[in-house]
């Protein structure tokens, strides 16, 4: 069976709209090189490479809760290293509107390959990673199934094999704010 991402990318941001990362029609800085409209819309769900009728892909979903310090800001995500392909890759960006967002990468990741999941919160909102201002969360587990990843820092917090860490040292944070600064692949 043949699956058009296009239409599950576009039921993903359906089904986030009802939880908290659509756009609530305040402008905000977003990453325009993954899409987002210079008007302050989101860039959509964009999943790129493989073939999408192989029957090895996983679905990711990252969420966060309690998060009203952070009401209104940009939640961006990046999937994969641009830089290995065939890898796939995927992106989105989701908006935290009553404290939460989720945000869902139908089929997205490879089975038993060790997956770099960056997301960035745009705290200063000037659509830029900025190690040290903006909060930037990695995970880089392999995956054998779907799977829910929730930022270590909501409230409640997430079970810990759950969490998907913020980064804290500059070390970690400044290449991995560069993902999010540098282009993005289209295809």
Not at 20 to 25: D, I, Q, V, Y
Not at 101 to 124: G, H, M, N, S, W
Not at 176 to 181: D, R, T, Y
């Amino acid at each position: 069976m043949r699956v058009n991402l296009d239409v599950l990318a576009l039921g993903a941001v359906a089904l986030c709209c009802g939880v908290g990362c659509s756009s609530s029609g305040t402008p905000a800085a977003v990453d325009n090189a993954d899409g987002g409209n210079a008007d302050g819309g989101l860039a959509p769900v964009r999943i790129i490479r493989g073939d999408p009728s192989a029957p090895s892909w996983f679905s990711l979903a990252i969420e966060g809760h309690g998060l009203a310090n952070e009401e209104g800001r940009v939640a961006t995500v990046r999937i994969g290293m641009a830089q290995r392909p065939p890898e796939r890759l995927g992106s989105a960006q989701g908006r935290i509107e009553s404290g939460a967002f989720r945000i869902d990468l139908p089929q997205a990741c490879e089975t038993f390959l060790y997956k770099r999941k960056l997301l960035f919160i745009d705290v200063d909102d000037d659509g830029t990673c900025t190690a040290g201002v903006d909060h930037l969360y990695s995970d880089y587990r392999a995956q054998e199934g779907d799977l829910t990843l929730t930022l270590s820092d909501s409230v409640p917090p997430p079970a810990s094999d759950a969490a998907m860490r913020l980064v804290t040292d500059a070390a970690t944070a400044t290449p991995g704010c560069q993902v999010f600064n540098d282009p993005w692949p289209d295809s």
